[in-house]
């Protein structure tokens, strides 16, 4: 019997080794982002949250005002229309997007709150954004509890302004 070094010796050492694995695995959001996302899912509600100290809506929900960094304990739905804040058109494919280029996205400030929401527009063309623009959620008819059961915002209203 050969003893083990003997072998290695004469062998190409493993450099690479390409496999698929599959996991199951759960995965809990916390207090706050789990029923931010349950709310999306189960009622078609935006939930936010009120800091009794300044005052600020924030969203999304978190334990601490990003403001003044008090506790926060006050739930508030939202209106799932806002106006655009910024926005951008992206032409550039990222890897961890499954959305066709181009396509575009702003910074939604949501009726009643005081920070902006990131997410995609649609039913608009690229040279029909404007800052101001009013918008609307469109929801998804199966939600599964995230961001996404968001489909996008659409225009709903043009009383916008133009930053040309």
Same mark, same amino acid.
């Given at each position: ?11 190409? @050492? ?43 809506? $924030?969203? @999304?929900?978190? @334990? ?7 506790? $926060? ?19 550039? @494919? ?15 400030? $949501? ?54």
């Amino acid at each position: 019997m050969r003893h083990i070094t003997e072998i290695s010796s004469k062998v190409e @050492p493993v450099t690479f080794v390409e496999d698929e694995l599959e996991l199951s695995f759960r995965y809990w959001y916390g207090e706050h982002y789990g029923r931010f996302y349950a709310e999306l899912r189960d009622n078609r509600r935006i939930l936010g949250m009120r800091c009794e100290k300044c005052g600020s809506v $924030l969203l @999304p929900p978190r @334990p601490y005002c990003g403001f003044c960094h008090a506790p $926060l304990r006050t739930w508030v739905e939202l209106s799932d229309k806002g106006a655009v804040d910024t926005f951008s058109i992206v032409h550039t @494919p990222n890897a961890k997007e499954l959305i066709e280029t181009p396509y575009a996205c702003a910074m939604i400030k $949501l009726d009643g709150c005081d920070v902006p929401l990131y997410h995609l527009l649609g039913e608009v063309e690229f040279k029909d954004i404007l800052t101001g623009m009013r918008v609307t959620a469109v929801w998804e008819e199966v939600r599964k509890g995230a961001l996404r059961d968001i489909r996008y915002f659409r225009p709903s209203e043009q009383r916008s302004i133009r930053s040309d």
